[in-house]
C-alpha cells in the first residue's frame, strides 16, 4: 500500500542543487530548477514547519501565498550559504516563539494564572486560562505555553530552571 | 481615527517631528516588538496620507513615504502579527506585534488601504477597539465590562451568586436562625452535665426525681438538636436546590441567546460541563459544606468566648499548640494542593482516554487496535495507582501527626485542670463542661485548616459559569427589534464577512433574489457558500455591507421572527432522541398527525419509515435506531418541509441520497418551492437544473451569475464544473 501511495504522490525535495532562494524586500523568495534544467523564480515564498513543535530545522513546506506548495525541505542542512541563513531568518520572523528563561511570577485565582517571565527577546507579562490544559508538554522536558491572546511561550528544558522558577510550574507539569 | 488613537495622538505629538501644523493622523498602531524583542512600552507606528513614522521609546526611528502604488497587508504568523508595506511587487515590514494586538493590525490595514485606493471607509475600518481600564491591553471581543481576564475583579462572581440566591434569601435567613438555635443548644449540654456530675454524681444524691429530670433533659437536648437539624437541612436543601435550578436556566438560556461562533469556542462536553458539573460543584458546596462552616463557626466563636470568661489562662493554653498545628497544615498545604491536583489530572486523563475509545470503537475495532488500546489504558490507569498510593501513604503520615499537634491542649488541660482540681479550686463538673467544651473547639480548628481548598473549588466552579453567564451576545437583537410576515425578498449588498480577522472568506459579494426564485450556489469545497446561509439565517453578522429581508436589514428583525420562516436542511442532519415522529413535528408542534406524514411521504421518507417495525414510533438519535445518511436525511427534509418556510435553505440536502431518490424528492420540492425563495447548494449540478438562477462563487466573491444555459454558453467556471462531472458520470458508468 505504501509503495502504491509512493508511485500516485509525489514529492518535491528542495535542495541546493535544485533550488536557491534570495532576498526580496524584508522576505525570500525561491528559483527552482526542475529536472529538465528549466529554471523557474517563484517570487516570494512562505514557509511552514509540517511540525513546529517537534522538528524545527526539518520537514519545511515551501508554499505561495494562496498555499500552493512549490515543495519540502527535508532539512536546513540540504541548502548552505546564503540559502540557509535566509531560510533561518525568515523562520525566526513567522515563529515567533519567545523562550522562557525564568518565571518571576506565577499567580493562579479562579483558575486564570498571571505570569511575568523573564525570555529572551525580554520580560513578558500574560495571562492563561486553564493553566493545566494550556502547557503542552513535549517529549520529556520541553513545554509550551499557550496564553490567552494567542502567543507561544517556550520551556526548552524544565528541568535546567532555577529551583524558584521551577517550584512555580511544578503543580502543572 | 478613533477615540483611543487620539488619545495616542495627543500623548506622542511632542516626539512627531516633520509634521506640518495642525495634520491629523489617519491611523495610529501600537505594536510591541522591535528588533526581535518584546518591549514592555508600546511603540507606535504613526500613518499620515502620504508618509508614516515609527515612534519608539519616545523617539521618531524611522519615516518612510507612502504613496497610492503601495498597499499595506497585515499578516497573522505564529505567536505574532507583522504589518507589511507593498510597493513595486516587493513587501517590506512596517512593524510587529505579539498577538495582543491582532485585532488592531488587520482593522488598521484595512483603512490604510481603503486611504490609498480613495475608497470611502467602511465599518470594520473604523471598528472601536477597546482596551483594559487598568491594564491598557486591547479587550477581546467576547468580554463583556471594561476589564481584562487578568485585571477582572473575581469578587463581582461572589456578589453575582449573591444576586442568583435573592428568590430564596427567606430560606437562607430562616437557616441562619435555625442554626443559632442549634449552637445554642449544643452549647447548654455541658452545663447540664456540669450539674449531674457536681450535684448528683460526686455528692452521691439520691434524690431520683431531679436526677431523672437531668438525664430526660439531656435526651431533650439532644434529641431537640436533631431535630432542628433535619429541619434546617431541609430548608437549606430547599434553597440551593432553588439556586441552582435558577442558575442552571440563566446559564442555558445564555447559551441559546449566544452566536453560533460564540459556542463554537468551546466543545459541547466544555459546555455541558458548566451547565451540570459546575453548578453541581455550587450545590454541593451550599448543601454539604456551608451548613458545616456556619455551625463549626459559631461553635468556635461562643465556645472560644465561653473559655475565655471561665478561666482566660486555661483558654490561652488550650489554644497554644494551634499555630502548631496551623503552621504544619500551612507548610504542607502546598504539597498537598500539589498531590490532589496531580490526582484530578491523572484522573482526567483516565477518563479522556476513556471517553476517545468509546467514542471511536469501531475504529478501534475495525484496525485491530485493541491490544494496542489495552496497553494504553493500562499504563495510565497503573499512573493513577501510582499517585493515588503515593498520596494515601503520605497522608496516613501527615493525618494523624497534625491531629495529634491539635490534641496536645488537651494533655495541657488534663495536667492544669488535675492540679485546680486537687486543690479544690474547680470541681469534676466543671471539669466535664471543659473537657466537652474542648472537644467542641477543636472541630471547628480541624474544619478551618481544610477549608481554603474547598473555597478555591467553589470560587473555580463559580467563576466557570458566570464566565458564560456574562459572556457579551454578539448577535443580538436590536432594539425594536420588528416581526413581519416574510415575503421573499432577499437583497445582499456589499457583504463581506470572515469568521476571524485575518481571512475574509467573502468579500464584497452582492445578490438580489426575488420572492419566489429559486437559487443555486455553486463553486469549490471552501469558497464560503454555506457562509453565506449561515449569514442569511443570520448566525453570524456580517463585517460589512448588509442584506436586506424584504427591505429590512435582518439585524433590525427579530431573530426569532427571522429564523421561524426560514426552513434549513443542512449538510449535518442531526436528529434529537426521540421518535420520527417527533423529530419531524420539531419544526411544526402543533402539527398534526396528517400533517407530519404528508410532509414525510413529500419528502421520500414515508416509504422506508412505514417498513421500520416501529413505524413512525420509532425511537432515533442516540442509543436509538440506526438510520442511514439517506434516510436522515430525509427526515431532515420532512422537517424542513412540515415547517412550511417562505425561505427554504438546501445545503446539499439531498447529496446522501441515491440519483431515484433524488429526482423524486426533486420533484416534489418543484412543487414547493413554486411559492416560495429557494437557496439551494449542491455539488451535484444536476440539481441545479431548474434554478431561476445560478450564482457561481470563486475566490472569495461572486464569479458569475445566469440561469443553467446562459452559463453553460458562457463557457466559464460553471460550464467547466459540469464539463468535470459529466466526465465523471461517464468514467462510472464505463
Known amino acids: ?173 | 481615527m478613533t477615540e483611543y488613537e487620539y488619545k495616542v495622538y495627543e500623548k506622542i505629538k511632542p516626539n512627531l517631528t516633520d509634521i506640518e501644523n495642525g495634520e491629523l493622523p489617519a491611523a495610529i498602531l501600537s505594536y510591541d516588538i522591535s528588533s526581535k524583542k518584546i518591549s514592555d512600552e508600546d511603540m507606535f507606528a504613526v500613518f499620515y496620507k502620504d508618509r508614516f513614522f515609527l515612534v519608539e521609546n519616545g523617539k521618531t526611528v524611522s519615516c518612510r513615504q507612502i504613496g497610492p502604488d503601495c498597499r499595506f497587508e497585515a499578516k497573522m504568523l505564529l505567536g505574532c502579527v507583522q504589518l507589511e508595506l507593498i510597493k513595486c511587487n516587493e513587501a517590506t515590514i512596517v512593524c510587529r506585534s505579539t498577538m495582543k494586538h491582532k485585532t488592531e493590525f488587520f482593522v488598521i490595514a484595512g483603512r490604510l488601504c481603503a486611504i490609498l485606493e480613495g475608497r470611502p471607509l467602511r465599518e470594520e475600518n473604523i471598528q472601536v477597539m477597546r482596551f483594559c481600564v487598568k491594564c491598557g491591553r486591547p479587550l477581546s471581543k467576547d468580554i463583556e465590562g471594561d476589564r481584562c481576564l487578568r485585571c477582572m475583579d473575581k469578587r463581582k462572581y461572589v456578589k453575582k451568586l449573591w444576586e442568583v440566591m435573592t428568590g430564596s434569601k427567606a430560606y437562607i435567613f430562616l437557616s441562619m436562625v435555625l442554626f443559632f438555635v442549634v449552637t445554642g443548644v449544643n452549647l447548654l449540654a455541658p452545663q447540664i452535665q456540669r450539674i449531674l456530675v457536681d450535684e448528683y454524681i460526686t455528692p452521691r444524691n439520691r434524690d431520683v426525681l431531679p436526677f431523672v429530670f437531668i438525664v430526660l433533659s439531656m435526651f431533650g437536648i439532644n434529641l431537640l438538636s436533631r431535630l432542628i437539624g433535619i429541619l434546617r437541612s431541609r430548608i437549606l436543601i430547599k434553597a440551593s436546590t432553588d439556586v441552582i435550578t435558577r442558575l442552571r436556566s440563566i446559564v442555558f438560556e445564555k447559551v441559546q441567546k449566544l452566536s453560533v461562533a460564540s459556542v463554537s469556542r468551546r466543545t459541547a462536553g466544555n459546555i455541558m460541563h458548566r451547565v451540570t458539573g459546575d453548578t453541581t460543584t455550587i450545590q454541593n458546596f451550599m448543601t454539604n459544606e456551608i451548613p458545616g462552616i456556619i455551625e463549626q463557626l459559631l461553635m468556635f466563636l461562643s465556645v472560644g468566648i465561653i473559655l475565655f470568661v471561665y478561666d482566660w489562662k486555661l483558654a490561652l493554653l488550650i489554644i497554644l499548640p494551634m499555630p502548631l498545628a496551623i503552621a504544619a497544615h500551612r507548610i504542607f498545604r502546598n504539597r498537598t494542593r500539589k498531590m490532589y491536583r496531580r490526582q484530578w489530572q491523572v484522573g482526567d486523563q483516565v477518563q479522556t482516554l476513556l471517553h476517545d475509545i468509546f467514542s471511536g470503537i469501531r475504529v478501534v475495532k475495525s484496525f485491530g487496535m485493541e491490544a494496542y488500546e489495552n496497553r494504553r489504558f493500562e499504563k495510565e490507569t497503573d499512573e493513577e495507582c501510582r499517585i493515588r498510593i503515593r498520596n494515601e501513604r503520605f497522608f496516613a503520615v501527615f493525618s494523624p501527626i497534625v491531629n495529634f499537634l491539635m490534641g496536645m491542649g488537651e494533655f495541657v488541660l488534663l495536667y492544669y485542670v488535675g492540679n485546680k482540681i486537687i486543690s479544690g479550686e474547680m470541681t469534676l463538673g466543671e471539669m466535664a463542661v471543659f473537657s466537652t467544651y474542648v472537644s467542641l473547639i477543636y472541630g471547628p480548628m480541624r474544619i478551618f485548616a481544610n477549608i481554603t481548598r474547598q473555597l478555591t473549588m467553589l470560587m473555580v466552579a463559580v467563576a466557570r459559569v458566570f464566565e458564560i453567564v456574562d459572556e457579551k451576545i454578539d448577535v443580538d437583537d436590536a432594539v425594536g427589534a420588528i416581526k413581519f410576515k416574510i415575503k421573499g425578498n432577499i437583497e445582499i449588498e456589499h457583504v463581506t464577512f470572515g469568521y476571524d480577522e485575518s481571512k475574509e472568506v467573502l468579500k464584497d459579494i452582492s445578490l438580489s433574489i426575488k420572492p419566489g426564485e429559486m437559487i443555486g450556489v455553486v463553486g469549490r469545497s471552501g469558497v464560503g457558500k454555506s457562509t453565506l446561509i449561515n449569514l442569511i439565517m443570520r448566525m453570524y453578522d456580517v463585517s460589512d455591507g448588509r442584506i436586506l429581508i424584504d427591505g429590512h436589514d435582518i439585524r433590525e428583525i427579530s431573530q426569532e421572527c427571522l429564523r421561524s420562516q426560514i426552513g434549513a436542511v443542512l449538510q449535518e442532519t442531526f436528529l434529537f432522541s426521540g421518535s420520527i415522529y417527533d423529530n419531524i413535528a420539531y419544526a411544526k408542534p402543533d402539527a398534526d398527525r396528517e400533517e407530519v406524514i404528508r410532509a414525510a411521504k413529500l419528502a421520500g421518507a414515508h416509504s422506508f419509515i412505514v417498513k421500520l417495525p416501529d413505524a413512525y414510533n420509532t425511537y432515533v438519535g442516540e442509543r436509538g435506531y440506526t438510520l442511514s445518511g439517506g434516510e436522515r436525511q430525509r427526515i431532515s427534509i420532512a422537517r424542513a418541509l412540515l415547517h412550511d418556510p417562505r425561505i427554504l435553505i438546501l445545503d446539499e440536502a439531498t447529496a446522501s441520497l441515491d440519483t431515484e431518490t433524488e429526482k423524486q424528492i426533486q420533484d416534489a420540492l418543484s412543487n414547493l418551492i413554486a411559492d416560495r425563495t429557494t437557496i439551494a447548494i449542491a455539488h451535484r449540478l444536476s440539481t441545479l437544473r431548474n434554478a431561476t438562477k445560478i450564482v457561481v462563487l470563486d475566490g472569495a466573491g461572486v464569479a458569475e451569475v445566469g440561469t443553467h444555459d446562459a452559463l453553460m454558453r458562457k463557457k466559464g467556471i460553471y460550464f467547466g464544473l459540469v464539463m468535470a462531472q459529466r466526465q465523471m458520470s461517464k468514467m462510472r458508468v464505463e
Open chain 1, 1 to 173: 500500500m505504501a509503495t502504491a501511495i509512493n508511485n500516485v504522490v509525489k514529492i518535491i525535495y528542495l535542495n541546493k542543487n535544485n533550488a536557491s532562494f534570495y532576498k526580496t524586500g524584508d522576505f525570500i523568495g525561491m528559483r527552482f530548477t526542475n529536472e529538465s534544467g528549466e529554471q523557474t523564480d517563484f517570487g516570494r515564498v512562505y514557509l511552514h514547519r509540517l511540525f513546529p513543535y517537534t522538528e524545527l530545522w526539518t520537514n519545511i513546506s515551501v508554499m505561495n501565498k494562496d498555499s500552493e506548495e512549490y515543495g519540502l525541505i527535508a532539512s536546513i542542512d540540504d541548502f548552505d550559504g546564503e540559502s540557509a541563513e535566509l531560510i533561518k531568518n525568515e523562520l525566526s520572523i513567522k515563529y515567533f516563539i519567545p523562550k522562557i528563561k525564568s518565571i518571576l511570577m506565577l499567580k493562579e485565582k479562579f483558575g486564570f494564572s498571571s505570569w511575568k517571565v523573564n525570555t529572551d527577546v525580554g520580560v513578558v507579562t500574560f495571562t492563561v486560562r486553564d493553566t493545566y490544559r494550556s502547557m503542552i508538554k513535549i517529549g520529556e522536558s520541553r513545554i509550551y505555553v499557550l496564553d490567552n491572546d494567542g502567543n507561544r511561550y517556550e520551556i526548552e528544558d524544565y528541568n535546567k530552571l532555577d529551583k524558584k522558577s521551577y517550584k512555580k510550574i511544578e503543580l502543572y507539569i
